[in-house]
């Protein structure tokens, strides 16, 4: 299991930007890179999706919705994964989740979320 603690969440107009980070500040830094770093988000009456994710190699993933507006970062040496989110729009409001999985693993390790709400 991996203690993740996200913060960046809030309310913002369509059109603005926001940064989710997740940390993971009792995890050392060989177990972190192990760990591909997630995105996931819920929106009311919806299922979790995947919206971004980072191996310590190899290309980021995005949801299509996302792709061209979210850029998924890792910092290893901090133990860290940001999500800089432009241009977001109503559709974008949910609840974000940070995740921690290798890559036996079915589910992971969770952050608590965050919430990010968008306005028209």
């Known amino acids: 299991q991996v203690y993740l603690v996200e913060s960046g969440g809030g309310l913002v107009q369509a059109g603005g930007s926001l940064r989710l980070t997740c940390a993971a500040p009792?995890?050392?830094?060989?177990?972190?890179?192990?760990?591909?770093m997630g995105w996931y988000r819920q929106a009311p009456g919806k299922q979790r999706e995947l919206v971004a994710s980072a191996s310590l190699r190899g290309a980021p993933n995005y949801l299509d919705s996302v792709k061209g507006r979210f850029t998924i970062a890792r910092d290893n040496a901090r133990k860290r994964v940001t999500l800089q989110m432009n241009s977001l729009k109503p559709e974008d409001t949910a609840v974000y989740y940070c995740n921690a999985r290798t890559s036996s693993d079915s589910d992971g390790s969770w952050g608590q979320g965050t919430q990010v709400t968008v306005s028209s």
């Open positions: 009792r995890t050392i830094t060989s177990v972190f890179n192990s760990n591909i």
